[in-house]
Nanobody, 127 residues
Framework: RVMLAESGGGSVQAGGSLRLSCAAS??????MGWFRQAPGKEREGVAA???????TYDDSVKGRFTVSRDNDKNILYLQMNSLAPEDAAYYYC???????????????????????WGQGTQVTVTS
């Protein structure tokens, strides 16, 4: 079983930066990703990365957010720059159920691509 714990959320002014972290326990999973959900909206995929470092971004964050992972420490990161009010949401870390040795695909940004989820961390952006 994989347990995920996010940290690093908080309140920031528009244009500012935050760095989210997600510590994973258990076996390393092939794809890990970040999702977000704003009040009244559906959860959406933001960025994902596989153990080979192949990355997928949603168009809304390209050029502003950077996803990375430390495979040895089993930690996922999301560096968020140039934050805007529309980035405010709960951010969730997710991991799939694929073993890295058996996988070779690019990671998706759909909810059902992922099996394990963290509790979320809130990001507030003030204008």
């Amino acid at each position: 079983r994989v347990m995920l714990a996010e940290s690093g959320g908080g309140s920031v002014q528009a244009g500012g930066s935050l760095r989210l972290s997600c510590a994973a326990s258990g076996y390393r999973r092939y794809c890990m990703g970040w999702f977000r959900q704003a009040p009244g909206k559906e959860r959406e995929g933001v960025a994902a990365i596989n153990t080979d470092g192949r990355i997928t971004y949603d168009d809304s964050v390209k050029g502003r957010f950077t996803v990375s992972r430390d495979n040895d420490k089993n930690i996922l990161y999301l560096q968020m720059n140039s934050l805007a009010p529309e980035d405010a949401a709960y951010y969730y870390c997710a991991a799939d159920d694929a073993a890295p040795a058996l996988a070779s695909w690019s990671c998706g940004l759909a909810d059902n691509d992922y099996t394990y989820w963290g509790q979320g961390t809130q990001v507030t952006v003030t204008s």
